[in-house]
């Protein structure tokens, strides 16, 4: 495989890491600002909806395809992207991305009304699912080899310090105005952009395969008719001619899309790696936990939010101390991974957040106690995601050759961000528009429960897990396509 790579001048490893690194988080950041963001979006926008909306505005059917959007472009994208900027090259395709991912957040920030808004997040998933592959192929090409390894640490420590600043920074400047959340991407967003033409040089890879972009439309479409049903179905009816339409949509793209992957081009699943068993096991579990993972965050702010009338300040710094959990117990997974198999350890940590959820499921009340209410079943959940989530994403790859570990990654991304929109999707169909307390808690009850029967399902999945994790020392493929790891 060719590799080419413009060095016309010396290449500075700590502006480069800067601009790579710092563009990740703010693409990373993104996703968990907008969560708290909910309540105050729909009632900015309550002119547009019906009455009794649960978000003092929009319904939350609407409200979800905020994140939905977001998440089916980036989950589809994210190696089609990869590979066709390894082809035009790195850095080109890294400008761009982050080029698109600011100009959309600044349409974002001054978005009319709530389908702009979601037009615009599209927007911004097609630019963060460029940028975010690329910034990690030009640490693996650009940067000295010795720097390598300790670079792409700090990169994907960017995506797990995105997640715990997330609703933090998002109710600090909801607080202000939900538009801050994406204005705030702009001038950040401008610094980085002004860094990296200045201090990246070009990397490609002149032989790389050209993207399957019909395989990349089908999954699209597959996905997003599923949510589309979910989210509706109590709207419309399951059984109305919408709904089933939609369902139909889903399966016959899915099928397509299977038929299709691999025949226009690289495939994006390789169905040769799905007979790795630890790949094939790693990823089911990833989707299964990510979609009661997304589920039960969410579940967890409009609680907050919609029954306490916390706002989005207070919603963002009770949710902290959970995300809080994650690096450390990250580092008691990797010292247990030793002496005990990885499979239990992940299987562990899907039943601990399945706890976590059923124990605010069961503490909850009508009058505000975060510290008795909440507080204990978040830690405990927060443990679980720091024993699940590391583990799973570090054992994906342990069983594929070296050469195709990094799209291995980037295919576990790709199921964890089809799980959240799975998770998002459900959740909408299971809460509905609870009227009154009673109705509210017996909706989020149903909700926090249904989490734990998917972890339950996760910790399954989990202990097929058969790989042992790589060594922190092996070193990294230069060669990656589109790969995203520990995102």
Known sequence: MELHSQLSRPVRPGPVLLALCGASFLAGLDLFVVNVAFDEIGA???????????????????????????????????????????????????????????????????????????????????????????????????????????????????????????????????????????LINVPIGIAFLVLAARSIPESRDRDADHPDVLAAALLTAAVGALALALVEGPDWGWSSAGVLGALAVALVSGAAFWIRNGRGGAPILDPAMLRVRSFAWSNAAMLL?????????????????????????????????????????????????????????????????????????????????????????WLIAGVGVGLALPTVLATATAGLPQDRAATGSAVVTMHRQIGAVVGISALVAILGTPIGFDSAKTAFTHSWWSVAAVSVLAAGAALGITAQAPSTDSPVHPTTETAEALR
């Open 44 to 182: 900015d926008f309550s002119n547009t909806v019906a009455p009794q909306a649960p978000l003092r505005g929009h319904s939350l059917a609407d409200l979800s395809w905020i994140l939905n959007g977001y998440a089916i472009l980036y989950a589809a994208l994210l190696i089609p992207l990869g590979r066709w900027a390894d082809k035009v090259g790195r850095r080109r395709g890294f400008l761009l991305g982050l080029g698109l991912f600011v100009a959309a957040s600044a349409a974002c920030a001054l978005a009319p009304n709530l389908w702009s808004l979601i037009g615009f997040r599209a927007a911004q998933a097609i630019g963060a699912a460029l940028l975010t592959p690329a910034s990690l192929a030009l640490i693996l090409t650009v940067l000295p080899a010795e720097r390598r390894s300790a670079s792409v640490r700090i990169w994907a420590a960017a995506g797990a310090v995105a997640a715990a600043a997330g609703p933090v920074i998002g109710g600090i400047l909801v607080a202000a105005s939900w538009r801050w959340v994406f």
């Open 289 to 377: 936990f990510n979609a009661g993972f997304a589920a039960a965050l969410l579940a967890t702010i409009l609680w907050m939010q919609t029954v306490w009338d916390y706002s989005a300040l207070r919603t963002g710094m009770a949710i902290a101390p959970g995300p809080l959990m994650v690096p450390v117990f990250a580092i008691v997974a990797q010292r247990l991974s030793s002496r005990i198999d990885a499979g239990r350890i992940a299987a562990l940590g899907c039943l601990l957040w399945g706890g976590g959820a059923v124990l605010v499921a069961a503490s909850v009340g009508p009058d505000p106690a975060y510290a008795t209410q909440i507080l204990p079943g």
